[in-house]
């Protein structure tokens, strides 16, 4: 049998994909050295974190909305827009006392603390 490969006609695209993905669901929740970080919405929707990212869900139709889990550039975490959503763990959480708005605060050599919006997450 002979072998006809030739590694230099392989040609690889290291260039972005013309597809973004997005999240479905997220499966897990950060309770290990985290407390008191489960709250519902006015509308009964649970709120929590896990990883970068805020979640709201509902729990009669399981399903969910994030504050986060976006692209994002390639890099170290303490570099790159801090504005927009978490770039590292978030490790706090709690909600406003109409259930509103909620406050996430991340952990790293950049932390920051993001107020979003629990209905729409922006």
């Known amino acids: 049998m002979e072998n006809n490969f030739r590694p230099e006609e392989i040609k ?3 260039g972005k994909p013309n597809f973004e993905l997005e999240v479905e669901h997220v499966y897990g929740y950060r309770a ?6 489960l709250h519902y919405t006015d509308k009964g929707e649970a709120v929590f974190m896990s990883a970068a990212m805020g979640i709201v869900m509902d729990p009669a139709t ?3 909305k994030f504050y986060g ?4 550039v390639m890099g170290p975490k303490n570099v790159g827009d801090q504005a927009s959503f978490h770039r590292d763990d978030i490790l ?6 109409d259930r509103k708005l909620v406050v996430t605060g991340q952990v ?3 932390p ?3 107020v979003w919006n629990a209905e729409t997450c922006e």
């Open 12 to 14: 690889c695209d290291t």
């Open 32 to 37: 290990n050295d985290c407390t008191n970080n």
């Open 62 to 64: 399981k399903k969910q």
């Open 69 to 72: 889990g976006k692209e994002v």
């Open 92 to 97: 706090a959480l709690d909600i406003s006392a």
């Open 108 to 110: 790293g050599s950049t």
């Open 112 to 114: 920051s603390v993001h």
